[in-house]
């Protein structure tokens, strides 16, 4: 995907403190898919890096807190009237791309607008022809929902040429505006804060020793770019050896995924001690597996998803079952985020440049919450627009 963005005058940008206690990276040399270089000791002895370790603790901790004031936008332009959003959503089967449309429907109601949702049903030709619908309908802004735009670049021109703004969600690599393809702002927390604080989780919770499979979606650029991510934040840690790296595709996890834990539990035994996913439901299929083979819910291993942070995730992790963290995605505040930017466009002002920090949920910090629904956005929005 294409990474350009114009930088926002006076922006709000947010940067999680994990990237202020970035180690300096070290290049991962070649691991190949199915390595079984796993660790040899217990991750209870000492630390296998103890300047890695102890700055993934910190960050770690800190992007664990759930009381975290409001950071974002306190001021932009009222409230607009009489406006329509149609949200083209890649699948609404997809937890994350359905959250983030309920966040919009209902930042849409406060704010007094018409929100129409068209499902492109996770199939390239659907979603192309949800976004030649969308065009039909000339709304006032069309929202790129967790779909690439380079996919259906002739609609995105179309929209451009009829003047009508296009908002991203997870549509690019990088948060904030894009010239190419043209949006006015990409919402999404950012890619390498989440990667970074993924893999600090693991050298954290291993004590720095650990033996880690990689799951991810090479077709799909943003997620590549996230694992790859992962896979230089974990060479940090010489104590942590990376035993696998998975490409299965998101639409065959279910049918593939089963079949690829049982293979990697009759290879790496107890030299697999931790999982990171691109994506959490990687580990609702692989629950089934883990189960068959008598592995304990609680684990090892000790599965992180570095996003989106859905319901049954929640459920997974509260309920100690084949996963322990999320990296979750606030849903229904970029659905929020998402009105305000297209109500800054309609009123010709700047993109708010806001990127909302990343935060890991665990059973700990949870308390039964399905979702990670951070404090203070509801409010700070309905004073901006004056609702």
């Known amino acids: 995907m294409h990474r350009n963005r114009t930088p926002t005058p006076g922006a709000l940008r947010t940067r999680s ?47 664990q807190r759930t009381a975290v004031p409001w950071n974002g936008p306190t001021s932009g332009p009222s409230a607009t009237s009489g406006k ?20 919009v429907m209902e930042a849409a109601r406060i704010i007094g607008w018409n929100v129409r949702v068209i499902d492109g049903g996770g199939t390239p030709a659907g979603i192309e022809a949800a976004m030649s619908e969308a065009l039909t309908l000339k709304p006032s802004g069309i929202v790129i929902g967790g779909f690439d735009p380079g996919s259906t670049s002739q609609q995105v021109a179309r929209a451009d040429a009829a003047g009508i703004p296009l908002v991203g969600w997870h549509a690019v690599a990088t948060p904030g505006p894009s010239r190419r393809p043209r949006l006015f702002t990409n919402v999404t927390t950012d890619v390498e804060d989440v990667a970074r604080v993924s893999g600090q989780w693991v050298i954290s919770h291993s004590n720095g020793q650990a033996g880690v499979v990689v ?79 008598g592995t304990k819910g609680s684990g090892p291993p000790f599965n992180i998803g570095a996003g989106d942070g859905d319901p049954s995730a929640f459920q997974r992790i509260d309920n100690e079952q084949y996963q322990a963290a999320t990296v979750p995605e606030p849903l229904s505040e970029q659905g929020w985020q998402i009105v305000d930017e297209f109500n800054r466009a309609f009123a010709g002002t700047p993109a708010s440049g806001y990127v909302a920090p990343v935060h890991i949920s665990t059973a700990d910090n949870s308390h039964g919450a399905t979702a990670w629904d951070p404090p203070g956005y509801r409010e700070a929005y309905r004073k901006i627009w004056g609702t």
């Open 17 to 63: 403190v994990a990237t202020a206690l970035l180690a300096a990276a070290t290049v991962l040399a070649g691991c190949e898919r199915g390595s079984s270089n796993g660790p040899e000791g217990s991750t209870t002895g000492p630390s296998g890096c103890p300047a890695v370790h102890a700055r993934a603790q910190a960050a770690v901790g800190q992007a």
């Open 84 to 103: 329509t959003i149609v949200y083209v959503a890649q699948t609404m089967t997809n937890p994350g791309v359905a959250g983030v449309a309920k966040g």
């Open 215 to 293: 799951f991810t979606d090479a077709s799909i650029p943003f997620a590549k770019n996230k694992s790859e991510l992962i896979r230089k934040e974990l060479a940090t840690c010489p104590g942590v050896k990376l035993l696998a790296y998975e490409n299965i595709p998101i639409p065959d996890a279910s049918s593939r995924i089963p079949r690829e834990i049982s293979s990697l539990l009759a290879r790496f035994r107890s030299r697999w001690t931790h999982s990171v996913a691109i994506n959490d439901l990687y580990f609702a299929d692989a629950a089934p597996a883990f189960r068959a083979a």
